[in-house]
């Protein structure tokens, strides 16, 4: 922990791939610290209510703009009118849609916000897993730290269709995006996506597959083999 204390102030002064590289490593790093925290304590990460400002914003729900963080929000302190069970199919498409086709939205919002309307339980399963592969194919390497390894680590990609995307997206990413994002799929996977996952982890860091679905052991491979690569650019 104190050596990725150490890269982020050497970071700002080094040229700019580097840079992104090294902060990459730092939030994946504080990620996977903060979940062996809660994991120590004896207790689990609770789920937040999910969606993000555009949604809501059709579908009327109670929430105010400024609970929103990261793509998120929340209306646990407005109990005046409570969010619905279930967002209807067509008002989940069109928002969907909307974040598509708006040229006046950004390519970085759009993302966040298809990967929010993704990881909503209240939307319906196949429109999730649209939502979250439009999200992934807007999200660069270098913002996939930040915008969908943390719904990934919390497993709110859940069903098998969106673990699927997900872990298929992976392969065509750099190490410093494909490695986290595996880990966590390992993680919070079964039966052949999981074999699948160790396989890949394996085959990049030159490990044995005898590992197996240890996630202990997983990451500190990952977080290792991301160190050397950086110390090597």
């Known amino acids: 922990m104190h050596r990725l204390l150490i890269l982020a102030f050497l970071a700002p002064y080094m040229k700019t791939k580097t840079s992104r590289l090294f902060i990459g490593i730092l939030i994946m790093g504080a990620i996977l610290l903060g979940f062996q925290i809660v994991r120590n304590s004896g207790s689990s990460p609770s789920k937040p209510e999910q969606g993000n400002e555009q949604l809501r914003a059709v579908i009327k729900p109670a929430a105010s703009s400024q609970d929103r963080t990261k793509g998120r929000t929340s209306s646990r302190n407005d109990q005046s009118r409570p969010r619905p069970a279930t967002v209807d199919p067509e008002l989940a498409d069109a928002e969907i849609s909307r974040l598509l086709s708006d040229e006046k939205v950004p390519v970085l919002q759009a993302a966040q916000g298809l990967l929010a309307i993704a990881a909503d339980s209240r939307v319906d399963a196949k429109i999730r897993a649209d939502a979250l592969q439009h999200g992934l194919n807007l999200t660069s390497d270098e913002d996939y730290a930040?915008?969908?390894l943390p719904e990934l680590e919390a497993n709110y990609f859940d069903s098998p269709e969106m673990q699927r995307i997900a872990l298929d997206d992976g392969y065509n990413r750099d190490d410093l995006a494909k490695l986290p994002s595996t880990l966590a799929l390992m993680k919070h996977t079964s039966g052949e996506i999981q074999q699948e996952a160790i396989?890949?982890?394996a085959f990049?860091?030159?490990?044995?597959e005898s590992i197996g679905a240890?996630?202990?052991?997983w990451s500190s491979?990952?977080?290792e083999h991301l160190l050397q690569n950086a110390d090597e650019e």
């Open 146 to 148: 930040e915008l969908a």
């Open 204 to 208: 990049i860091t030159n490990e044995d």
């Open 221 to 223: 491979i990952v977080t």
């Open 199 to 201: 396989e890949l982890l």
């Open 214 to 217: 240890n996630y202990d052991k």
